[in-house]
């Protein structure tokens, strides 16, 4: 089922728009469409290679993704050019546990050739964490994994309030605390 696709529109989506995308929430037939091709471009298939051999091999393939777990989808979008909008990028939260710990969601981003290496990264990282904690209701901590050799998904992680707490066999795992956990006995934000 898709969800129709909602505008975003918060504090770190300013950046975004200076330079000319923007975020929207959802799902719709555009994205699955364009997903398979997005997901050959070289710099994705070499760090996540699943994406082009399983996730968004083709358009229903990226629609089955969608549908068959529950997911909160956010794109970054290039402004409209007669008419159409062209994904440049993807963030999505997806409902996943992981064991010994109470994160419920884990997360991952891609950002394609269009958005890519102009330092969009941490706007758009923060734009969609912003959004999903009112849209989901949830204060709890996000989790991720990736390679121990993507620096510059490393890096941003680091920016984005994510802490390690495990590197086994290349990979990293990592924490986003959410604020039910920063909060102290006495209910404060520490
Ligand atoms: C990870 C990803 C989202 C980062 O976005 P980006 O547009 O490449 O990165 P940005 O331009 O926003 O820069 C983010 C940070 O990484 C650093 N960085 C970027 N490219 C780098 C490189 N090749 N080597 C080292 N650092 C690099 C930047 O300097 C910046 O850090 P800083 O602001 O502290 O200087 C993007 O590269 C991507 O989609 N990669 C493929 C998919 C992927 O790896 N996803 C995550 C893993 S599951």
Known sequence: MNTPRRFVENIHTTTLEDHGFRVYSGWDEEVERQLPALSRQKHIVQSTERDSLERFTSPEAAHRWYDDH??????????????????????????????????????????????QGKRLSTSFVKAAHTDFYQQAQYEGDIWLQTDTTNTPALSLYAKTGYEVIDETDGRITMIKPGAASSQNDNGLIQ
């Open 70 to 115: 529950e997911r909160h989808v956010y794109t970054l979008d290039t402004a409209p050019k007669l008419g159409r909008s062209a994904v440049a990028g993807i963030i999505w939260f997806g409902r996943s546990e992981l064991a010994d710990s109470s994160a419920e969601y884990t997360f991952a981003i891609r950002l394609y050739e269009a958005s």
